[in-house]
């Protein structure tokens, strides 16, 4: 474990660190474009120079490794000078048209051209002009004017997602990031990442193009449902001071973009694509109004004649959803544990054409907290999916499942939060909130806990699930 100096401060670096990476450990602050910690060296951008006391010289911190009583100053004049020359260079052909620029708010060069150079061009010539919207997948796009050639992203690709796709052509101020002719990286399941590490907005998501300002969205920190990895994330949305009241009033109550929220443990910094189009789940028609046998009733009659079938029924038997948190599968069991045969079901099933695992991060069971549901009942699907007979009720809740599989001489009662013409053939059907309007917990299948976070509220028709089972229960004990 060397211990370096960084301007005079020791810090204590691990084996084989960079002084770069070590000395932001340490909090200290050093610009970096080309650097990324999951990737490999590329040296590339030369703006984290620093100067070793005693040489007339910079050199980048990046590719230094921290070796016991090294002593480094990050900003003598030496290298503020550096520093200050490498954003000039950086600049010399960027458009800078940081107004129309999705990643403006959250541009490294931005950044630090403020906060180390703040000149404009001292160039006399025209820029460099090239493609400004260069479709580099069905799901990317680049503007060439704005990359800075860090290769970030084409670094991604060979070691991360291990696809290859993407690559640079030409020579000099006319060097091109390109993907490969093959198609792979419309194929590449991760592909979206090289958005978040572009440091740049040369790198832009379609779906988010000119979507929002990211000053005017808030993260909220989430669960991918996407799959039994569990990938800890930052849903999106807009924040409440920035309601829109004409333009169209649906996206203030709609995910704008999903991110990465880094997590050593179960993603590291990054999530598939699926993970990404999370919107295409939660933003989904939603189930709103509560029904007895298709006719639509107060939240209120729905949940007083399902605490009449459950008193009256013999065996009932209950569907577990595997989208249900660890407080509501807790809530569940202490509600209806010693009384229902209980089993989980696979809420959602691979889709056509989505990955179904692989050796990273996506896993084949596509539901978030099965490891915790499998923990307390056994699987739908390995009982052979049939129940008992004589089963008189059955409570269904959550999707991925038709109630035309129960007995007809069985009673139902439903719980769900998307809208779906089944809903009608339940003799109690209650709406209930989704994982975007509570607060719960998700065990992936590693064990390991993650917690999301509410972004909107529910509506006043739509019943928590936790709270909705303890109301049933305390009637059915009550009654019986
Ligand atoms: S597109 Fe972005 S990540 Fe890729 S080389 Fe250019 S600046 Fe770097
Ligand atoms: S790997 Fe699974 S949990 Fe992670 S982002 Fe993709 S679908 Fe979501």
Same mark, same amino acid.
């Given at each position: 474990?060397?211990?370096?100096?960084?301007?005079?401060? @020791?810090?204590?670096?691990?084996?084989? =660190?960079? #002084?770069?990476?070590?000395?932001? @450990?340490?909090?200290?602050?050093?610009?970096?474009?080309?650097?990324?910690?999951?990737?490999? #060296?590329?040296?590339? /951008?030369?703006?984290?120079?620093?100067?070793?006391?005693?040489?007339?010289?910079?050199?980048?911190?990046?590719?230094?490794?921290?070796? %016991?009583?090294?002593?480094?100053?990050?900003?003598?004049?030496? #290298?503020?000078?550096?520093?200050?020359?490498?954003?000039?260079?950086?600049?010399?052909?960027?458009?800078?048209?940081?107004?129309?620029?999705?990643?403006?708010?959250?541009?490294?060069?931005?950044?630090?051209? $403020?906060? $180390?150079?703040? =000149? &404009?061009?001292?160039?006399?010539?025209?820029?460099?002009?090239?493609? *400004?919207?260069?479709?580099?997948?069905?799901?990317?796009?680049?503007?060439?004017?704005?990359?800075?050639? /860090?290769?970030?992203?084409?670094?991604?690709?060979?070691?991360?997602?291990?696809?290859?796709?993407?690559?640079?052509?030409?020579?000099?101020?006319?060097?091109?990031?390109?993907? !490969?002719?093959?198609?792979?990286?419309?194929?590449?399941?991760?592909?979206?990442?090289?958005?978040?590490?572009?440091?740049?907005?040369?790198?832009?998501?379609?779906?988010?193009?000119?979507? !929002?300002?990211?000053?005017?969205?808030? &993260?909220?920190?989430? +669960?991918?449902?996407?799959?039994?990895?569990?990938?800890?994330?930052?849903?999106?949305?807009?924040?409440?001071?920035? *309601?829109?009241?004409?333009?169209?009033?649906?996206?203030?109550?709609?995910?704008?973009?999903?991110?990465?929220?880094?997590?050593?443990?179960?993603?590291?910094?990054?999530? /598939?694509? *699926?993970?990404?189009?999370?919107?295409?789940?939660?933003?989904?028609?939603?189930?709103?109004?509560?029904?007895?046998?298709?006719?639509?009733?107060?939240?209120?009659?729905?949940? %007083?004649?399902?605490?009449?079938?459950?008193?009256?029924?013999?065996?009932?038997?209950?569907?577990?959803?595997?989208?249900?948190?660890?407080? %509501?599968?807790?809530?569940?069991?202490?509600?209806?544990?010693?009384?229902?045969?209980?089993? +989980?079901?696979?809420?959602?099933?691979?889709?056509?054409?989505?990955?179904?695992?692989?050796?990273?991060?996506?896993?084949?069971?596509?539901?978030?907290?099965? !490891?915790?549901?499998?923990?307390?009942?056994?699987?739908?699907?390995?009982?052979?999916?049939?129940? @008992?007979?004589?089963?008189?009720?059955?409570?269904?809740?959550?999707?991925?499942?038709?109630?035309?599989?129960? &007995?007809?001489?069985? *009673?139902?009662?439903?719980?769900?939060?998307?809208?779906?013409?089944?809903?009608?053939?339940?003799?109690?059907?209650?709406?209930?909130?989704? =994982?975007?309007?509570?607060?719960?917990? $998700?065990?992936?299948? =590693?064990? +390991?806990?993650? @917690?999301?976070? &509410?972004?909107? !509220?529910?509506?006043?028709?739509?019943?928590?699930?936790?709270?909705?089972?303890?109301?049933?229960?305390?009637?059915?004990?009550?009654?019986?």
């Amino acid at each position: 474990m060397p211990q370096i100096f960084v301007d005079g401060r @020791a810090i204590q670096a691990e084996s084989g =660190q960079s #002084v770069l990476a070590a000395a932001l @450990a340490g909090g200290c602050d050093l610009p970096y474009f080309c650097y990324h910690p999951a990737l490999s #060296v590329a040296g590339s /951008c030369r703006v984290c120079v620093v100067q070793v006391e005693g040489r007339s010289w910079v050199e980048i911190a990046c590719n230094m490794p921290a070796t %016991e009583g090294l002593r480094v100053l990050t900003d003598s004049e030496l #290298v503020r000078e550096h520093r200050k020359s490498m954003l000039e260079l950086t600049l010399l052909n960027h458009p800078v048209d940081c107004g129309i620029c999705d990643k403006a708010g959250e541009c490294s060069l931005q950044d630090y051209h $403020y906060k $180390y150079n703040g =000149q &404009p061009s001292v160039s006399l010539d025209a820029k460099v002009r090239l493609t *400004k919207y260069h479709p580099l997948s069905e799901r990317i796009v680049l503007d060439n004017e704005r990359c800075i050639l /860090c290769s970030r992203c084409v670094r991604f690709t060979r070691e991360i997602s291990k696809t290859n796709a993407l690559g640079i052509q030409e020579r000099g101020d006319h060097s091109l990031v390109r993907a !490969a002719e093959d198609g792979s990286f419309d194929k590449d399941a991760y592909s979206d990442n090289v958005v978040d590490i572009c440091p740049v907005g040369a790198l832009l998501s379609r779906s988010f193009l000119h979507r !929002a300002r990211v000053w005017y969205l808030e &993260p909220t920190p989430s +669960v991918c449902p996407g799959c039994s990895r569990g990938c800890t994330v930052n849903l999106w949305h807009r924040k409440r001071e920035w *309601k829109l009241h004409a333009l169209d009033p649906a996206r203030n109550t709609s995910i704008e973009r999903v991110t990465p929220l880094e997590n050593p443990q179960v993603n590291g910094p990054w999530i /598939c694509n *699926k993970g990404r189009d999370l919107a295409k789940v939660f933003d989904r028609p939603r189930a709103t109004q509560a029904m007895i046998k298709g006719t639509p009733v107060e939240l209120a009659a729905a949940v %007083e004649a399902a605490r009449e079938l459950i008193g009256a029924a013999r065996r009932p038997a209950a569907l577990v959803s595997s989208w249900g948190s660890n407080e %509501e599968l807790a809530a569940f069991h202490a509600a209806f544990g010693a009384r229902f045969a209980s089993y +989980v079901k696979d809420d959602w099933l691979p889709q056509p054409g989505e990955v179904v695992e692989d050796g990273f991060l996506i896993r084949a069971d596509k539901n978030p907290n099965n !490891a915790a549901a499998r923990a307390r009942l056994p699987s739908w699907r390995e009982r052979g999916e049939h129940f @008992a007979a004589g089963t008189d009720l059955v409570l269904v809740w959550g999707e991925g499942f038709d109630l035309a599989q129960v &007995p007809t001489t069985a *009673k139902t009662i439903r719980l769900d939060g998307y809208a779906s013409a089944d809903h009608a053939r339940a003799d109690v059907f209650m709406p209930i909130s989704i =994982q975007t309007e509570r607060r719960g917990h $998700y065990t992936n299948f =590693q064990g +390991v806990v993650s @917690a999301f976070s &509410p972004c909107f !509220a529910a509506a006043p028709s739509v019943a928590d699930a936790e709270a909705l089972f303890a109301a049933l229960v305390a009637v059915t004990e009550s009654a019986a």
